[in-house]
């Protein structure tokens, strides 16, 4: 088969990181049969460097128009004091919104070979931890209202957190169905003891859940505690479904615990199977160019892509085997090196890995 790929490298670290996931991707190309063909976009700060925008019209068209998109990462200090609509994040928001991309997946998985990068104790993290946050992304205070009024002292600025029913069933139903191929469990993430949007979230995901999923168990857990729970008993969480900007806090959270954010991936998804798949780290301009970058989260990322979007399971399995290898060989990028490993560049992790596919 041969599927059209749109590779928005992005900033940073953005073009070093996809570069190791079209690597790979080409090597199981090579081995099952496939033709993957990358057209290469702008977002973020390049765009707004080479079109004055951070997401030009003529990359929207390309992703819309491809079957799926790999995403590097966008930012950096450069753009950092812009306008907020000429802000490099602007331009991941918009993809995400015109892609109709509501429903984002970021499964936090501690490899057994990494044990000992995670900050938690052995006792903690030693039967394995694998949580999988299942974020609303086109909705809430992400794209809520906003503005500014007043001066001096009296000056003031707000962001609005809005829910529809209709928004937060779709990504129940997401969550749910993740749940029946697992423990047939979700745990709801909100604030309902403070807000109302919580407690419409609250009331939605249960009458949702009981009437389509009555196998499925919803229990609710509140976003203070969520945030405790995942570091002191992390192998009691499975799957969490929660808002868009609790997903995004306690994703950085429920990574940092798997030993790296670096080895992270994430998809993204609407109704249809064209998806967005990036790592969920930032652009880390301070390490880009240098060769030094982590290209795990992405090479991961891509094999979510075979996997959600384009149906191919032992295609994505291969990556994934692949990178569980090099792993327990014992090769290490700098985030997750340990004393006694062999430490790698970052394209070198990417070759290691596409040889062992
Ligand atoms: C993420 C990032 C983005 C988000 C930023 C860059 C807009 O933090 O994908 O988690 O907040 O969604
Ligand atoms: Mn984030």
């Known amino acids: 088969?041969?599927?059209?790929?749109?590779?928005?490298?992005?900033?940073?670290?953005?073009?070093?990181?996809?570069?190791?996931a079209i690597k790979v991707l080409n090597a199981v190309?090579?081995?099952?049969?496939?033709?993957?063909?990358?057209?290469?976009?702008?977002?973020g700060g390049c765009a707004i460097d080479a079109c004055g925008a951070p997401l030009p019209e003529d990359t929207v068209k390309t992703c819309l128009e491809s079957d799926s998109v790999l995403l590097g990462a966008v930012g950096g200090y450069k753009w950092d004091n812009l306008p907020v609509d000429l802000r490099p994040e602007k331009g991941l928001l918009g993809i995400r919104k015109?892609?109709?991309?509501?429903?984002?997946?970021?499964?936090?998985?501690?490899?057994?070979?990494l044990a000992e990068a995670s900050p938690l104790k052995g006792r903690l993290v030693e039967n394995g931890v694998e949580i999988i946050i299942v974020?609303?992304?086109?909705?809430?205070?992400?794209?809520?209202?906003?503005?500014?009024?007043?001066?001096?002292?009296?000056?003031?600025?707000?962001?609005?957190?809005?829910?529809?029913?209709?928004?937060?069933?779709?990504?129940t139903r997401i969550a749910c169905e993740l749940a029946l191929k697992r423990n047939k469990k979700v745990v709801s993430v909100d604030k309902a003891n403070v807000l109302e949007s919580s407690r419409l979230w609250r009331r939605?995901?249960?009458?949702?859940?009981?009437?389509?999923?009555?196998?499925?168990?919803?229990?609710?857990?509140?976003?203070?505690?969520?945030?405790?729970?995942?570091?002191?008993n992390p192998a009691a969480l499975d799957v969490l479904l929660t808002s868009n900007i609790f997903g995004d806090i306690l994703s950085d959270e429920a990574a940092q615990i798997t030993g790296s954010i670096g080895m992270l991936a994430s998809s993204s998804l609407g109704d249809g199977t064209r998806g967005l798949y990036e790592p969920i780290h930032g652009s880390a301009p301070d390490i880009a160019g240098k060769d030094i970058a982590?290209?795990?989260?992405?090479?991961?990322?891509?094999?979510?892509?075979?996997r959600d979007s384009f149906k191919l399971l032992d295609e994505?399995?291969?990556?994934?085997?692949?990178?569980?290898?090099?792993?327990?060989?014992?090769?290490?990028?700098?985030d997750i090196y340990e004393e006694g490993k062999n430490k790698v560049t970052g394209s070198r992790m990417a070759c290691l890995i596409a040889e062992r596919i």
Request: aromatic letters at 10%; hydrophobic letters at 40%; a negative charge.
């Open 1 to 20: 088969m041969n599927y059209n790929i749109t590779v928005l490298d992005g900033d940073g670290i953005g073009p070093e990181i996809c570069a190791g």
């Open 29 to 43: 190309g090579q081995k099952f049969g496939h033709k993957f063909n990358f057209t290469h976009k702008l977002i």
């Open 98 to 113: 015109a892609m109709g991309l509501y429903s984002n997946i970021r499964p936090a998985k501690l490899w057994a070979s």
């Open 135 to 171: 974020r609303e992304l086109t909705g809430g205070i992400y794209f809520g209202e906003r503005g500014r009024g007043g001066d001096g002292a009296t000056e003031y600025a707000w962001d609005t957190e809005k829910y529809s029913v209709g928004e937060i069933e779709r990504i």
């Open 204 to 232: 939605t995901v249960h009458a949702y859940a009981e009437k389509h999923y009555p196998e499925v168990t919803v229990e609710d857990m509140l976003v203070d505690n969520a945030a405790m729970q995942i570091v002191k």
């Open 294 to 306: 982590n290209p795990i989260a992405t090479i991961l990322a891509a094999a979510m892509m075979l």
């Open 316 to 334: 994505c399995a291969a990556i994934e085997n692949a990178v569980d290898s090099v792993l327990q060989e014992g090769w290490r990028t700098a």
